[in-house]
């Protein structure tokens, strides 16, 4: 690529960016959020098409202009996006082979579809049928799916948009593994990530780019680069930690929670919060860890007005007095504030700009008599797009333009506007650039020194080590331990992590039905045998 230049209405996204990718090679881009990255590659992909930018693209030694995904898919290139391309409610085949179907006169053939769907399974290392809903499937194995469909149109240079950003280690490491295996069979890799060490363990070349602009090539083949070096290239300077110096000054406790009992919302007997116990104190950042499907999110979710799952026993005392907060608006009102993990099923509407989306969860804070101060709203949209150094025009850009990290950003100027006393970060960093994470990691620590409580959810525990006073641990819906900074280490925590509850699932039933069973027979309005599934209450955060 040469000479690559691309510009939005008021934005200029890619100034003369060059980029060489040799056969074969594992290729890394680097930079922070907003650099240009995922703009880039969908210039080589095709979903910029030839002629909204300037410059040349060589593949193979020829020049291409595409000017949509299919061409540069029948050239063997595919692009798999960070935001996964799949539909949930089709089977796995069907989304191997979406758009391209195998077909015998004229009509589906799926006796084909499904051996060969199944051949390509088992060349990313899934056992599952092919005729599997997508949405009956992890993350994990969702995102080897999107690479068994570009394996079916025959990939020459496969690009990954941040593949690990929503993975566990477990599933990371095994897409790592998958990546070097396609290397072998001669495909060309490149890849996007924020994920250092995993760049520095796989990739043979990254190029690094910065504010629009490409700044280096570095040859992982000459000699190692560790991820001192890499930073150093995209932030312009070295940073000498990755976490701020904190001291924290912790006070009394504020919240607690006590045997907090939750049923999953489509499966009553399934509890995915069980007896959990915990609390927080003023001016302390507590993290939970677990891996993926330990019940972090639900529990969280859970807590936050009831806006997950089946509520069936439980206490929470906010401040020494018992808090039943049986909706999201009670919850914002006691001080509580969540910050999704999927910020944008969950977390934004995309319809909206930064403006509207930053003062959305507490209108009444700038509401005269139920109508909305313009100016109040302006003025506080700009003193946090300044405070979070959020990249963009105005605040009048609209959410859905934004890059990935300076999305989070906004979502985390909308929970930051009600004032909290607790804020839950649900996956905080998630997709964020190691510049922004020590932004990010200041706020949280100016937060607790105010005196305000903090719950930092995260799969990477080298973050939660760093920035967490006290870390609970997660395994199958119970708490398993908690410890305090000085006693954590990664193997502690993990074996905490993975600590498997002694009782079998039938018991796990039959404890469900009996707190059930307990439970009053009473209205929704009291917090008791309230389901409310994940997609009802998506407005609510």
């Given at each position: 690529m040469n000479g690559i230049s691309k510009t939005f209405p008021g934005v200029k996204a890619l100034s003369d960016v060059t980029l060489a990718v040799r056969r074969g090679d594992v290729h890394a881009i680097c930079g922070e959020n907003g650099a240009g990255k995922s703009t880039l590659m969908k210039v080589l992909s095709g979903v910029h098409p030839h002629g909204s930018y300037e410059g040349e693209i060589l593949f193979e030694g020829a020049p291409v202009e595409f000017r949509s995904i299919r061409d540069s898919e029948h050239a063997g290139i595919v692009i798999i996006h960070q935001e996964l391309a799949l539909i949930p409610e089709l089977s796995i085949a069907e989304n191997i082979f979406l758009g391209n179907e195998e077909t015998r006169r004229g009509a589906i053939d799926w006796v084909a579809t499904n051996n060969r769907a199944r051949e390509l399974l088992a060349r990313v290392g899934l056992s599952e049928e092919p005729e599997t809903p997508i949405k009956n499937i992890g993350v994990g194995k969702q995102q080897l799916v999107e690479i068994a469909k570009a394996l079916s149109k025959q990939v020459k240079l496969l690009i990954l948009d941040e593949p690990t950003a929503a993975l566990n280690e477990e599933d990371s490491r095994h897409l790592l593994g998958l990546i070097r295996g396609l290397q072998a069979r001669g495909i060309?890799?490149?890849?996007?990530?924020?994920?250092?060490?995993?760049?520095?363990?796989?990739a043979d070349a990254i190029t690094i780019i910065r504010d629009g602009k490409t700044v280096e090539t570095l040859d992982a083949r000459q000699g190692p680069v560790d991820e001192d070096r890499i930073i150093r290239g995209m932030v312009g300077r070295s940073l000498e930690s990755r976490f701020p110096d904190h001291t924290p000054n912790i006070g009394e406790t504020f919240f607690e929670v006590h045997d907090w009992t939750v049923a999953h919302p489509d499966v009553p007997e399934r509890l995915v919060a069980k007896g959990s116990d915990f609390f927080v104190r003023r001016g302390e950042i507590v993290g939970f860890a677990g891996l993926m499907g330990s019940g972090r999110t639900e529990l969280m979710r859970s807590l936050f007005g009831h806006s997950y799952g089946t509520f069936l026993k439980g206490r929470m005392v906010l401040n020494g007095k018992e808090a039943r907060l049986r909706s999201v608006p009670a919850a914002i009102d006691a001080g509580i504030a969540y910050v999704t993990e999927d910020r944008k099923v969950l977390g934004l509407n995309l319809l909206d700009d930064i403006k509207t989306t930053t003062v959305s969860a507490k209108l009444k804070k700038i509401a005269n008599r139920f109508v909305i101060n313009e100016r109040s709203e302006r003025q506080s949209a700009e003193e946090y797009r300044k405070a979070l150094r959020t990249k963009a025009p105005s605040i009048d850009y609209g959410v859905a333009k934004l890059s990935g990290g300076n999305q989070q950003k906004v979502v985390l100027s909308k929970w930051l506007f009600t004032d909290p006393d607790l804020l839950i970060l649900d996956e905080p960093t998630r997709g964020i650039d190691v510049g922004a994470k020590f932004e990010i990691y200041g706020i949280i620590q100016r937060l607790a020194d105010e005196g305000k409580g903090v719950i930092v959810v995260s799969s990477e525990l080298p973050e939660l080590l760093g920035i967490s006073d006290r870390i609970y641990t997660i395994s199958e819906g119970r708490i398993t331990g908690v410890l305090d900074k000085g006693e954590a280490d990664q193997e502690t925590l993990m074996r905490l992590m993975t600590a498997t509850?002694?009782?079998?699932?039938?018991?796990?039933?039959?404890?469900?039905?009996?707190?059930?069973?307990?439970?009053?027979?009473?209205?929704?309005?009291?917090?008791?045998?309230?389901?409310?599934?994940?997609?009802?209450?998506?407005?609510?955060?």
């Open positions: 060309t890799c490149i890849m996007i990530s924020h994920k250092l060490n995993e760049i520095e363990e796989i509850s002694m009782k079998s699932r039938a018991a796990e039933r039959a404890e469900a039905a009996q707190v059930a069973a307990d439970t009053p027979d009473t209205t929704a309005t009291d917090g008791h045998a309230e389901a409310t599934a994940p997609e009802e209450s998506a407005w609510t955060s």
